[in-house]
């Protein structure tokens, strides 16, 4: 009868241990897919650009300097976005996307201060659609990292908990970091209006 007893104790401490690993690689799957919806989002945000840039070109040739700051900014918040893609929650990955992003916000505010001056352009129903599309954007940019961020603080809250923390450092459960956006002028969305 004690040797029954046993057994069953030992069959419930290693469902019980399952169960916590299974629930550490749920969390873990649930914000690495929250993050790709943070990719489809900076995708989308990443091709309008060259649209806008190109629109933007006829009427503020003066301005190249802007122009060019904008495709530079693009291209390295696309090498921060495939960085981490690769890594999801990496704190390095996090922080050069982080990076990148607050850059081109800020080139972007640039163009688009220029762009005030050009009444032409701010007529230019391409520019209209675009910085209508570029704004619809931010917004989703904006509620898919609330929903990552949201994901990253329930995974690492999972694995720190006790006993959690046990089989998360023995299966090597790393922490995530959010994608936090580091300046405040970031934290706003671009303004985009051309009425």
């Known amino acids: 009868m004690s040797l029954l007893i046993l057994l069953v104790i030992v069959v419930a401490l290693v469902v019980f241990v399952i169960g916590i690993y299974n629930g550490l690689v749920t969390a873990r799957n649930a914000y690495k897919n ?32 802007t122009l060019e700051a904008v495709i530079a900014a693009r291209s390295a ?12 929650g990496d704190p390095q990955a996090m922080q050069q996307l982080s990076g990148a ?43 898919a990292r609330q929903a990552y ?15 959690n923390s046990f089989i998360a450092n023995m299966y090597a459960f790393l922490p995530a970091t959010p994608l936090e956006i580091e300046s405040p002028e970031a934290r706003k969305a671009v303004k985009v209006s051309f009425t």
């Open 34 to 65: 929250a993050f790709s919806q943070i990719d489809v989002q900076l995708q989308r945000r990443y091709d309008l650009i060259p649209n806008l840039v190109e629109t933007a070109k006829g009427y503020i040739k003066h301005e190249r300097e």
């Open 77 to 88: 918040a696309m090498s921060g976005l495939a960085a981490a893609k690769a890594a999801p």
């Open 101 to 143: 992003e607050n850059q081109l916000t800020q080139t972007l505010g640039r163009l688009f201060a220029v762009a005030e001056s050009y009444p032409d352009l701010k007529a230019n129903q391409n520019m209209m659609q675009l910085s209508e599309e570029l704004t619809s954007t931010e917004n989703k940019v904006a509620f």
């Open 149 to 163: 961020n949201d994901s990253v603080m329930f995974y690492n809250n999972k694995r720190e908990v006790f006993p």
